[in-house]
């Protein structure tokens, strides 16, 4: 039985279930009398029979698709003959993935082992036993839970509190997701950076001016060792989001300046959702267009003009970068202006201020917390920024700050280092988790920040 | 010195046409910023769209086929060499080509996919065998380019990726009239392909909408879930600021972290298939979970607290409250945040880099767990493609990724527009 119809069996059950409950909950209420005499409503009732007969074998069902696969190989290794176990690792698991792939009926040309071959029946065997044992296992139990709580269920029982405390189980369980990500994020990119600190020293990564992780295949090869200072990737990071801040800010704040204080109505109707697509679009277009647009068109400008711009210049990814972050940052510096009272304003034309006079003198001082917030919050994004850099920045990194050489960022680096195939211990690898643990950190500490500068300002005037 | 006074009235006057030049200075550059911005915007809407709207067409060529049952093994259809038959159609079309590299240079001016083709015609109906068809094939990629006017014929042969001599073919063709566009149903029905001229969205598409389907299951009830647990059941207290600062700054975590959690939970420790979309839904659910909870919190947050106190006073419990009477009110909120926040699961390509998302797949996946491509993995995987042909079709697929995009956000605004509530 196949794991997705077995799914839809157990669903169906707990609806039969729920059904079932309902109706006797109804013969219950009118044998003592009237429905009144219940304790809760009759589609309590079923819901809790639902739950009894579908929560445990839900569980069970998710256990069980969770070990089955690992249970499963280690019975299978354990028929193979002893020189194919002794093998390492990497070695057995590649033919692991040969028996599977066998047992999934997908042959690649030629004939097979014939250890492999008896494996690969072995395990399908095994398949198929288990799918026939847990989907008898499954439904048995779902029945019997389904009986058991229809035997339960009397005027007195008080369903709908046993219902609404499990709803209220599911709602917290929910909203740990959030911290589960979080711990998730931390546990698995500080593992493998720890791993890399082991073979590269912290001071190494952190202080070393050269980052070339290419380790050579033959130990004799020049530069086998690679280098792994991270200030390169992240001088180039910089530059990057600096060039980004240098387009959005002014943008971004004069034109939230405009919409806020000077336009009427249907312009700030017409401009804000136009100038708004801008942080909808999806980064890979920004990335296309900068990388086949604006970057052969900086370079021939710069031939026109006799400067030698590379063909992927710093300059043209922060720029579109920039572009995409207006959005942003005229969104929040929007936000923030209007939070300012009007009073303020009021109190400053009284004196005879002139408009512009009073958005530099008075509404920018107000609001400057919240658009210094805004900014980090940018920045952040800018710095975590992949695709346009994917494809617009370079991939040496060098240590310039020409904005029209070809500069590598920290998520160029990360993307470059773990797309393709990879092993999974080379220092090579795991430097792309300790550049993605540099990454997280200085995120998140912008962000919390950011957000805490924010909040505490909307908290000033209200 | 009391003439040389000079009252305050008067200074102020003095210095206002300055100050009136300032002003009507910064006013201008407020609308220029504004300007600027809807500029870059029309530019990048302009450069995709010019480049991309020809992919929609693709140039056919006519062959006069001849199913030589000779060449046809009844048998063994689909090991026949169907490659022969074109380049026997074309050496008959043009004798007067002789020569190894003539002939070379003759048969690349049809796509690989003409034997396909004519494979299907075949094995759809045998009684074709033995007879002789007029059959339109793509051409291929480079010809496609001469038609669309993507190739300077002025250029210098060395320069140009069509030699003088089949310029001259193709003229030949065009003037026979057996040249002609039509409508690139390919593109919209066919996977990845190294063939400009074969290669289509559709398997990328179907790769997405399976991600977006595991995305929209798990994100929304998880989110909703939180956010009424968050705003309806929570006391406030050292867990609940935990959790909310966590989310606050999930929401601002970059992609490209995701996919490493992706990589090293997902796949290395609990195994998961690598390249599946149920892998990528996984992480985009995770990605997405913080705006559909920010959103719905609002959405909650807005709905009137009479309305829960009417509940609650007629005798509901707090949770018949929250059921019954709080989460219809304020479900359209949740759906637009929902919307938006799938918009934006559609559009994000980083993390799928890292689990493996960016492999070259001809096939359209038929099920969660195949290997598969999504909308925007694609137009990178093209974006990186050295030919000419690769720059309109990644143009194209922008743009069918963007109109996808609108419709979904267009959707939205509607919804909010049509149930937002003002109480």
């Known amino acids: 039985m196949s794991s997705s119809l077995l799914l839809i069996v157990l669903l169906g059950l707990s609806a039969v279930a729920f059904h079932l409950g309902r109706r006797r909950a109804i013969a219950l209420g009118r044998a003592s009398g009237s429905s009144r005499s219940l304790h809760s409503r009759p589609v309590y009732y079923g819901t809790l029979t639902a739950l009894w007969c579908g929560l445990p074998a839900l569980f069970i069902f998710a256990l069980w698709q969770a070990l089955e696969s690992n249970i499963m190989v280690r019975l299978t290794i354990s028929t193979l003959p002893e020189q194919i176990r002794s093998l390492p690792a990497a070695g057995l698991g590649l033919v692991i993935n040969d028996i599977k792939n066998l047992a999934a009926g997908s042959s690649f040309g030629g004939i097979p082992d014939p250890v492999i071959e008896a494996a690969a029946d072995y395990y399908r065997h095994l398949q198929e036993l288990g799918g026939l044992l847990k989907g008898g296992t499954l439904t048995v139990l779902s029945l019997v839970a389904m009986v058991f709580g229809l035997s339960r269920l009397t005027p007195k029982l008080r369903a709908r509190n046993q219902v609404e405390a499990l709803v209220k189980v599911l709602?917290?369980?929910?909203?740990?997701?959030?911290?589960?990500?979080?711990?998730?994020?931390?546990l698995s990119v500080l593992f493998e950076a720890l791993r890399f600190f082991q073979k590269v020293p912290l001071t190494d990564f952190l202080f070393g001016l050269e980052w070339s992780p290419q380790t050579a295949i033959r130990t004799d090869q020049v530069g086998s060792s690679g280098a792994f200072g991270a200030v390169p990737v992240f001088a180039g990071t910089l530059m990057i989001s600096a060039l980004a801040m240098l387009v959005a800010v002014p943008i971004g704040l004069m034109s939230a300046i405009y919409l806020a204080e000077y336009a009427g109505k249907k312009v700030r109707a017409v401009a804000k959702p136009l100038i708004e697509i801008l942080a909808g679009v999806p980064t890979v277009v920004y990335g296309f267009f900068a990388a086949l647009v604006v970057a052969p068109f900086i370079r021939d400008l710069g031939a026109h003009l006799g400067i030698s711009v590379s063909s992927e210049s710093a300059l043209a990814a922060g720029l579109i970068m920039g572009i995409m972050i207006i959005p942003f940052i005229m969104s929040i510096s929007d936000d923030v202006i209007?939070?300012?009272?009007?009073?303020?304003?009021?109190g400053s034309y009284a004196l005879g201020a002139t408009k512009n006079e009073t958005v530099r003198r008075v509404l920018l001082p107000a609001a400057l917390p919240g658009i210094v917030g805004g900014v980090l919050l940018a920045v952040s994004r800018a710095i975590g920024e992949t695709m346009i850099v994917v494809m617009a920045a370079g991939l040496s990194a060098k240590l310039t700050a020409n904005p029209l050489q070809a500069v590598t960022t920290v998520t160029v680096q990360i993307v470059t280092l773990l797309v393709g195939d990879q092993e999974f211990d080379s220092p090579k690898t795991l430097a792309a988790f300790a550049l993605g643990l540099l990454l997280f950190l200085i995120t998140l500490l912008l962000n919390v920040t950011a957000l805490y500068i924010v909040r505490k300002y909307r908290e000033q005037y209200e | 010195m009391s003439q040389q006074k000079i009252s305050t009235i008067e200074l102020v006057n003095k210095g206002l046409a300055k100050r009136y030049r300032a002003e009507k200075r910064f006013r201008l550059i407020g609308l220029g910023a504004i300007v600027l911005s809807l500029t870059f915007l029309a530019i990048l809407f302009a450069t995709i769209t010019f480049n991309g709207y020809t992919a929609f067409q693709q140039t056919w060529l006519e062959l006069t086929i001849f199913f030589d049952p000779q060449m046809l093994d009844a048998k063994n259809l689909r090991q026949a060499d169907y490659d022969g038959l074109v380049k026997k159609s074309l050496r008959d079309n043009f004798p007067e080509v002789s020569g190894r590299s003539q002939k070379k240079d003759l048969y690349t001016l049809v796509s690989s996919g003409a034997a396909y083709k004519l494979q299907d015609m075949v094995v759809a109906d045998t009684g074709i065998i033995g007879t002789t068809r007029q059959v339109w094939v793509p051409a291929s990629d480079d010809v496609d380019m001469l038609i669309k006017g993507n190739i300077d014929r002025s250029q210098p042969e060395s320069d140009r990726q069509l030699k003088d001599i089949q310029l001259a073919w193709i003229d030949q063709l065009v003037k026979e009239g057996r040249l002609a566009k039509r409508?690139?149903?390919?593109?919209?029905?066919?996977?990845?392909?190294?063939?400009?001229?074969?290669?289509g969205i559709f398997g990328a598409t179907i790769g997405s909408a399976y991600m977006l389907l595991i995305t929209l299951l798990l994100s929304f009830p998880v989110g909703v879930a939180t956010a009424v647990y968050l705003e309806e059941f929570a006391k406030r207290n050292r867990w609940t600021d935990l959790v909310e600062v966590n989310i606050n700054n999930l929401a601002?975590?970059?992609?490209?972290?995701?996919?490493?959690?992706?990589?090293a939970v997902f796949l290395n420790f609990f195994g998961l298939p690598r390249s599946s979309p149920l892998v990528g839904g996984l992480v985009m659910t995770l990605m997405t979970l913080p705006t559909i909870i920010i959103a719905s919190r609002i959405a909650l947050q807005s709905v009137p607290p009479s309305i829960r106190e009417a509940a609650l006073g007629i005798g509901a419990s707090k949770m018949q409250t929250v059921i019954h009477h709080v989460l219809p009110l304020a479900l359209p909120g949740m759906l637009t945040g929902t919307i938006i926040g799938m918009g934006r699961a559609l559009g994000e390509s980083a993390p799928l880099l890292m689990i493996g998302m960016v492999a070259f797949i001809v096939d359209i996946p038929g099920s969660l767990t195949d290997s598969a491509t999504a909308l925007p993995v694609q137009i990178y995987l093209w974006a990186d493609c050295p030919e000419q042909a690769f720059m309109e079709r990644t143009s194209a697929a922008i743009m069918v990724l963007l109109a996808f995009l609108v419709l979904m956000n267009g959707t939205a605004v509607l919804l909010r527009n049509r149930f937002e509530r003002r109480w």
């Open chain 1, 171 to 186: 709602l917290i369980i929910c909203s740990t997701m959030a911290i589960l990500t979080t711990i998730g994020i931390v």
């Open chain 2, 252 to 263: 601002a975590v970059p992609s490209i972290v995701f996919g490493l959690l992706g990589l």
């Open chain 1, 338 to 346: 209007n939070a300012v009272p009007q009073t303020l304003r009021d």
């Open chain 2, 183 to 199: 409508f690139n149903l390919a593109f919209f029905t066919a996977g990845d392909s190294r063939e400009p001229e074969l290669a």
